[in-house]
């Protein structure tokens, strides 16, 4: 099978997504350089490029990638650009680096256990660079009972909660914001990993503290989730959040490539088969996007080559877009790609019967969400 055949996906309906999905990587094998260079030569609207690059927050990746490419790929302005936001997000990352381990250090002090979550994490301990994982907030995992105090040490750190309030019940508390030399630094205290909506029970910290890893940063230990909780919360967090959360960011995709790529031999593979089903059924749909390694193709035996053709889509039905009577939103509503269905049911099933199954059970779930909508009202 020819490298083309081997890989013949890729992210949206226009070679500009494509190749931002292509760079939703940390590491760009060598042998993909050539394609890469394809993928860029087919794109012919570059002035789209930067702000598509920051909507899906990866503009230091795209600038880590492009620079493999033969000079004359992109035009000069464009070439700058990236430069811009690599070094943006680097200077913007250090400071909410020194936030974070001010924060930690402040928690520590008053015996409040607390998990980074997300981005702060993330980037300080697990991509390569910091400056690669652009962020817009810090999300910091507490026990219920400190939220109170949690909050009182913000304050004391100069943070003011927001004005608007948070729904009874809701994962996280209100958020806390500063300002510091032109910067704002928002932080919000998750109480719960995910939103109860499609899950049993939420996960407390109580439940991943015994696993926590550490890391340090600016000389202060920083917890965090391990490895496998991290990974089930990275692919929770961006592909199985309700219908309406805000459009899928293509550096989620790059978060689950950094974990699995960089975390192949340290993470529990017996435990994500075994726990953590969902997770391991979907792995090889993100080969879709950006092409896994041949190491992890191979040490995890990855299916993918009889994954079924078809559109690479985020979801744009209703009720992300307003309702309107109309053909194409139905179809969109109804039966979106079978990529993201999949991803987002964890189903994964191959083969026709597979696929109608999966299309069968997401519209079923629509149909009782519009259901409950028209109960209750928006």
């Known amino acids: 099978m020819s490298e083309e055949m081997h890989w013949p996906w890729g992210f949206g309906h226009t070679p ?32 789209s490029l930067i702000q598509a690059a920051e909507d899906h927050a990866l503009g230091p990746l795209l600038h880590r990638h492009l620079q493999a490419l033969a000079p004359n790929t992109l035009p000069d302005d464009v070439r700058r650009g990236l430069v811009g936001l690599h070094l943006r997000h680097k200077q913007v990352n250090a400071r909410r680096g020194r936030a974070l381990a001010e924060i930690f250090g402040a928690l520590h002090q008053r015996g409040i256990h607390a998990l980074s979550l997300k981005g702060g994490a993330l980037a300080f301990d697990v991509y390569p660079e910091p400056g690669l994982r652009p962020m817009r907030d810090l999300d ?59 899950l049993r029970r939420a996960p407390v910290l109580d439940d991943s503290w015994p696993r926590r890893r550490s890391y340090e940063l600016e000389g202060q230990r920083i917890d965090t989730l391990c490895d496998e909780d ?37 993470l529990d593979w017996s435990r994500v088969r075994r726990e953590l089903p969902r997770l391991w059924r979907v792995l090889p749909l993100f080969h879709c996007v950006t092409p896994w390694s041949a ?42 790609s079978w990529w993201w269905t999949s991803l987002r049911h964890s189903t994964n099933i191959r083969g026709p019967v597979g696929r109608g199954y999966t299309r069968v059970a997401h519209a079923w779930r629509m149909l009782r969400q519009g259901s409950r909508h028209v109960r209750t009202g928006p």
């Open 16 to 47: 500009l997504l494509q190749l931002l999905g292509f760079c939703a990587r940390t590491e760009m094998p060598a042998e993909q350089i050539p394609r890469l260079q394809r993928m860029a030569s087919r794109v012919d609207d570059f002035g």
């Open 140 to 198: 910091i995992f507490i026990a219920a009972e400190d939220g109170a105090q949690a909050m009182r040490t913000l304050q004391a750190l100069g943070y003011t909660a927001a004005e608007h309030g948070v729904p009874d019940g809701h994962h996280h508390l209100p958020a806390m914001r500063r300002e510091l030399d032109g910067l704002e630094q928002v932080v919000e205290l998750h109480v719960r990993l995910f939103s109860r909506e499609d």
């Open 230 to 266: 991290m990974l089930w919360f990275v692919y929770r967090h961006g592909f199985t959040m309700p219908f309406s959360s805000e459009p899928m960011r293509l550096i989620w995709v790059a978060d689950v490539h950094a974990l699995v790529e960089s975390r192949l031999h340290s």
């Open 295 to 336: 190491r992890v193709l191979s040490e995890l035996e990855l299916r993918v080559d009889d994954l079924p053709l078809g559109p690479v889509d985020d979801y744009r039905g209703w009720p992300r877009e307003a309702f309107r009577w109309e053909r194409g939103q139905l179809s969109r509503t109804l039966a979106p």
